[in-house]
């Protein structure tokens, strides 16, 4: 039987780091409720980082809709400047 290892790094906020590891505990016991699972473990260290702090996927979510409505605001000023011309 082949098995494989699945690896995971998660970067947290200091702050929040017990709850996370509480969750992930849970969650893994859920998983060994469905599933054969040999092993494995939560290690948890600090590390600083360096230079500014990642956006999430929600800021850079925002940040593209912020992008996607300008540019709609602006296609529409043009197409209404192009019809003012016409017309």
């Known amino acids: 039987m082949i098995y494989r290892k699945i690896n995971i790094e998660l970067i947290v906020i200091e ?23 040999f092993g494995g473990e939560i290690e948890t260290c600090a590390i600083e980082e360096p230079g500014t702090p990642r956006r999430s996927a929600l800021t850079h979510t925002l940040a593209a809709g912020e992008t996607a ?3 709609v605001k602006a296609a ?8 003012r011309k016409v017309l």
Do not use: P, Y
């Not at 702050?15 to 699972?37: F, K, M, P, W």
């Not at 529409?76 to 019809?83: I, T």
């Open 15 to 37: 702050e929040e780091s017990e709850a996370v590891v509480e969750q992930l505990n849970a969650a893994l016991d859920r998983l060994e409720d469905g599933h054969t699972i």
């Open 69 to 71: 409505a300008s540019a």
């Open 76 to 83: 529409g000023e043009k197409v209404v400047n192009a019809l």
